[in-house]
Nanobody
Framework: QVELVESGGGLVQAGGSLRLSCAAS????????MAWFRQAPGLEREVVAA????????YYTDAVKGRFTISRDNAKKRVYLQMISLTPLDTAVYYC?????????????????WGQGTQVTVSS
């Protein structure tokens, strides 16, 4: 069965850092594009960062560019999100998602598999 399991979330003070991890199983991870999305209460889910199957195409939303780094290890079937200089605006549930190997996409509706999410809370 397909499974994406996020970990690494928690409570951190503004200016702090966290590293999120996502462990994938049950599908051909190395052929899927991966992304991190986040959703704060009352707001729409937004893409934070994405990385294609090979790791050579990477996207960051403007709000996190320069602070977050997405990476993947296809051998370990894991994708990571290193977050530094966190602010309260980064507070959200962060989701790991996988897009079917049909092409590069940043749209949430195109991501086939989703994790349960991990809470990131940044205090001021």
């Amino acid at each position: 069965q397909v499974e994406l399991v996020e970990s690494g979330g928690g409570l951190v003070q503004a200016g702090g850092s966290l590293r999120l991890s996502c462990a994938a199983s049950g599908f051909t991870f190395s052929t899927y594009d991966m992304a991190w999305f986040r959703q704060a209460p009352g707001l729409e889910r937004e893409v934070v960062a994405a990385i294609n199957w090979s790791g050579f195409s990477i996207y960051y939303t403007d709000a996190v560019k320069g602070r977050f780094t997405i990476s993947r290890d296809n051998a370990k079937k894991r994708v990571y999100l290193q977050m530094i200089s966190l602010t309260p605006l980064d507070t959200a549930v962060y989701y790991c998602a996988a897009a079917a190997p049909a092409g590069w996409t940043l749209r949430a509706v195109d991501y086939e598999y989703w994790g349960q999410g991990t809470q990131v809370t940044v205090s001021s």
